[in-house]
């Protein structure tokens, strides 16, 4: 091939000043070995972690049932928060503890914000900004930030579209400093989720004037933490004895747990549902006010457990109100219902020879309906009542609830491999202990 005339040209002027030319290697060769050892004797700057996926959040408003503020910061991409159509609005997560902020990323749908400020707290109360501008695009906006708080929250001010703010996910990126998601809960063993009772010291509270529903006793850890709170609901003709067994438990796990009594005995799924949400409601209220044991003590996330009418109960609260953020639906009754829209993660505890609601006929449908929601199905051997206080294998029960909970209320992933992999895998293949199972792992 004939050689270009800039390669003839470079060729002659390499050939016609050798020295210069190997000085300048030599000179290159001294800058690029200082460097390199300028590189590698510099430590390694410290990765920030995704401190927002999963944590509880709220916000100034919704569009609707299916764009909660939760959406902006589950991980997923294809869900979003969407507020009203005025301005301002905002939407908060609360880290669960004090934290170093230094990066925050908005992923946009269409409907933007052209101003907005990002700010921290350490109580929700009081805020700092820490990120302002006027100026915004949308799109994909990844800020460098300095500050830090337990929450943190974006602050729209002007919408750049007519429709309200829309973010597929609001990502908080930074270092803890304060108390770890487990909030002092030690390393979890098969021993320790086996006993009837978890490390914390619990204590016992009565719901002086129930609000939406019958009755409410509240079990709590008695230390300086906040908890997601669990609303327990009985079946038909139940009462709070139902589900006695598990409120010690969760509670000593690391959750605030309301045992509701309903207001008649006869009461439809549908109407256990409203009263999950009401003893929900009042529940957060007690723990935002002074006054009562309970006070300081929630930290926003709720869930729920129910059994028979009770389990199709959880599933009208998942359904309907976007605070509940997973549920455990134990032998659940509910007859043509659908609940293809729930996306929060659902445990589902049946029964292999119940009559009255087997899996069959309820549970397997609506698991197989859900197709955005992390689901978890065990069949176990016994009737009906295999959920409920006095019957079951609740060793077993026990663990898999309490880990379930811990994972999607708490974000605490040291409880997944109870629930995914092989150390579930005994669990999961004793016939004499699971008839059934089917999961969404890993998660």
């Not at 972690?49 to 764009?67: F, H």
Request: proline letters at 7%; glycine letters at 10%.
């Amino acid at each position: 091939m004939r050689p270009s005339s800039r390669s003839t040209h470079t060729t002659v002027q390499l050939r016609t000043r050798p020295r210069a030319m190997t000085a300048l290697i030599a000179l290159a060769t001294t800058i690029g070995l200082a460097l390199t050892l300028l590189t590698v004797a510099a430590p390694p700057a410290a990765a920030a972690d995704l401190l927002s996926q999963g944590q509880p959040a709220t916000s100034s408003s919704t569009e609707n049932a299916s764009t909660p503020a939760s959406a902006a910061v589950d991980g997923n991409t294809g869900t979003r928060w969407s507020s009203t159509f005025s301005d301002p609005q905002w939407l908060e997560v609360d880290l669960g503890a004090t934290a170093t902020i230094s990066r925050v990323v908005l992923r946009w749908e269409a409907a933007y914000a052209r101003a907005f400020q990002i700010q921290t707290s350490d109580n929700g109360t009081a805020w700092t900004t820490i990120y302002s501008t006027t100026t915004s695009t949308g799109g994909v906006q990844t800020l460098d930030v300095n500050g830090s708080g337990r929450y943190v929250r974006f602050h729209g001010t002007q919408r750049g579209t007519a429709y309200g703010y829309s973010l597929w996910e609001f990502q908080v990126y930074g270092s803890g400093e304060g108390t770890p998601p487990g909030n002092g809960i030690p390393d979890p063993t098969t021993a320790s989720l086996e006993a009837t009772n978890g490390p914390l010291t619990t204590a016992t509270y009565t719901v002086p004037s129930p609000t939406g529903y019958g009755s409410g006793t509240v079990t709590y850890p008695t230390n300086s933490s906040s908890y997601p709170g669990v609303v327990l609901m009985p079946g038909y003709q139940g009462t709070q004895q139902n589900l006695q067994w598990l409120a010690p438990r969760l509670a000593s796990w690391g959750f605030v747990v309301i045992n509701v009594g309903t207001n008649t005995l006869t009461d439809d799924p549908e109407s256990r549902g409203r009263q999950i949400t009401a003893a929900g409601t009042q529940l957060l209220a007690l723990g935002n006010a002074p006054g009562n044991p309970i006070s300081g003590k929630l930290n926003g996330t709720l869930g729920a457990v129910g059994h028979s009418m009770g389990g199709g109960g959880v599933m009208a609260a998942l359904r309907d109100d976007t605070r509940f953020r997973a549920g455990v639906p134990t032998a659940p009754y509910y007859p043509n219902a659908n609940f293809s829209a729930v996306t929060e993660p659902t445990f589902f505890l049946t029964c292999q020879s119940d009559p009255v609601a087997h899996g069959n006929s309820y549970a397997v449908p609506w698991y197989n309906s859900m197709p955005q929601a992390e689901k978890l199905y065990i069949e176990v051997p016994g009737d009906h009542l295999c959920p409920m206080t006095g019957s079951g294998n609740k060793a077993k029960q026990g663990k898999w609830i309490v880990s379930f909970l811990s994972l999607w209320l708490r974000a605490d992933t040291r409880f997944s491999p109870f629930l995914c992999g092989p150390v579930r895998d005994a669990d999961k293949s004793n016939t004499s202990l699971v008839t059934r199972w089917m999961d969404t792992c890993p998660y």
